[in-house]
């Protein structure tokens, strides 16, 4: 989901007679507000977020936002406060408070904030709904902030150990239902795996079977391993876990340790993992860093760029044609005597 960043300014008038001020805004999908509220001592700002419980487990949403309080008498001491050293995360938390200035310097008519019984407020909040951190199985109640790289090597290891315990079972993959066989081949599987079978023997992954005992050790893994295939078919990628991804490679090193010819299943299964782990990644620790950095980045131009409007309105009403004029001839003055440019 990409980050959205919202900018309004707003006058308070009437500000001694106010008890707060609220606006409601949509932002990401979900509604917001912001409150000011002055209490007997400052002047206070509420950020808070509706629905928070609608969440998945293991998101939340980020904000950073900043707050200006005008100087109406002099732009460059307006107050901004950039919350950025703490970034709230609304997933326990619905609403968040912050102080901006003591009323007993706000209501100071000769500080500049309160003209004629208004205020005016800038106010950027910049939204980012955090998905789940870097972990290996969406069944952990627990996140895990074990580096990529890290994760990678592990899932990559156990994809290889063949010395792992063969823990699949038909009963594992509770999609297939046993109420008739077919034959398919020389083996018996149930009708709903049929066309799994005939594209495993139709990729020639049949081998040659010596005595009834290995036939019916070498049909079972024939079964697991169509089990496993539709698995993969009615699972979409999203839905992807470690666990279920272990499962599969079981099936297929159990039909390989019997001699079927499936190694285009195994290289299937690690483009899978890949693909797998570049999602994890995607909502690593350092991803997330390099996301934060990057909002920063774009709310500190973004301010930048409205300090800079400032600076050019104030310099065009202050340097007047007169006055550049007046400044001109005190620099050829400048170090000389007032009769220098009578000769």
Same mark, same amino acid.
């Given at each position: 989901? $990409? !980050?959205?960043?919202?900018?309004?300014?707003?006058?308070?008038?009437?500000?001694?007679?106010?008890?707060?001020?609220?606006?409601?805004?949509?932002?990401?999908?979900?509604?917001?507000?912001?409150?000011?509220?002055?209490?007997?001592?400052?002047?206070?700002?509420?950020? *808070?977020?509706?629905?928070?419980?609608?969440?998945?487990?293991?998101?939340?949403? $980020?904000?950073?936002?900043? @707050?200006?309080? @005008?100087?109406?008498?002099?732009?460059?001491?307006?107050?901004? *406060?950039?919350?950025?050293?703490?970034? !709230?995360?609304? $997933?326990?938390?619905?609403?968040?408070?912050?102080?901006? #200035?003591?009323?007993?310097?706000?209501?100071? !008519?000769?500080?500049?904030?309160?003209?004629?019984?208004?205020?005016?407020?800038?106010?950027?909040?910049?939204?980012?709904?955090?998905?789940?951190?870097?972990?290996?199985?969406?069944?952990?109640?627990?996140t895990s902030h074990i580096?990529?790289?890290?994760?990678?090597?592990?899932?990559?290891?156990?994809?290889?150990?063949?010395?792992?315990?063969?823990?699949?079972?038909?009963?594992?993959?509770?999609?297939?239902?046993?109420?008739?066989?077919?034959? /398919?081949?020389?083996?018996? /599987? !149930?009708?709903?795996?049929?066309?799994?079978?005939?594209?495993?023997?139709?990729?020639?992954?049949?081998?040659?079977?010596?005595?009834? %005992?290995?036939?019916?050790?070498?049909?079972?893994?024939?079964?697991?391993?169509?089990?496993?295939?539709?698995?993969?078919?009615?699972?979409?990628?999203?839905?992807?876990?470690?666990?279920?991804?272990?499962?599969?490679?079981?099936?297929?090193?159990?039909? %390989?340790?019997?001699?079927?010819?499936?190694?285009?299943?195994?290289?299937?299964?690690?483009?899978?993992?890949?693909?797998?782990?570049?999602?994890?990644?995607?909502?690593?620790?350092?991803?997330?860093?390099?996301?934060t950095l990057d909002d920063?980045?774009?709310?500190?131009?973004?301010? %930048?760029?409205?300090?800079?409007?400032?600076?050019?309105?104030?310099?065009?009403?202050?340097?007047?044609?007169?006055?550049?004029?007046?400044?001109?001839?005190?620099?050829?003055?400048?170090?000389?005597?007032?009769?220098?440019? #009578?000769?």
């Amino acid at each position: 989901m $990409n !980050p959205k960043l919202i900018t309004f300014t707003r006058r308070l008038d009437s500000f001694s007679k106010t008890k707060s001020y609220s606006e409601d805004f949509t932002l990401e999908g979900y509604q917001w507000q912001i409150q000011f509220h002055p209490d007997p001592n400052t002047l206070e700002f509420f950020l *808070k977020v509706y629905e928070v419980e609608t969440l998945p487990y293991g998101c939340s949403i $980020n904000a950073d936002f900043s @707050l200006s309080l @005008l100087n109406q008498i002099n732009e460059t001491n307006t107050i901004v *406060k950039s919350i950025d050293e703490k970034v !709230p995360r609304f $997933n326990e938390e619905s609403s968040w408070r912050y102080s901006i #200035l003591p009323l007993s310097e706000l209501k100071d !008519p000769n500080e500049g904030y309160i003209v004629k019984d208004t205020i005016v407020v800038i106010v950027q909040v910049f939204v980012r709904m955090t998905k789940k951190m870097l972990h290996t199985d969406s069944t952990n109640e627990e996140t895990s902030h074990i580096c990529f790289d890290e994760i990678a090597t592990t899932l990559f290891q156990k994809l290889e150990d063949d010395k792992a315990p063969y823990s699949v079972r038909l009963g594992d993959f509770k999609e297939i239902t046993y109420s008739n066989y077919v034959n /398919v081949g020389i083996f018996t /599987v !149930p009708e709903t795996l049929e066309s799994y079978a005939k594209h495993l023997l139709a990729r020639h992954a049949i081998i040659e079977i010596g005595n009834s %005992l290995v036939h019916y050790m070498s049909e079972m893994a024939f079964v697991v391993l169509c089990c496993a295939m539709k698995s993969m078919d009615t699972t979409y990628f999203d839905e992807i876990t470690e666990s279920l991804i272990l499962k599969w490679r079981d099936a297929i090193r159990g039909a %390989l340790q019997f001699g079927f010819k499936v190694d285009f299943l195994k290289d299937h299964l690690k483009s899978i993992v890949q693909a797998y782990l570049a999602r994890l990644g995607r909502n690593s620790d350092d991803s997330q860093k390099l996301q934060t950095l990057d909002d920063k980045i774009t709310m500190v131009e973004k301010q %930048l760029s409205t300090l800079k409007d400032q600076r050019a309105d104030m310099y065009n009403k202050t340097y007047t044609k007169l006055r550049k004029s007046c400044e001109a001839l005190e620099s050829k003055f400048s170090g000389k005597t007032c009769a220098s440019f #009578l000769k």
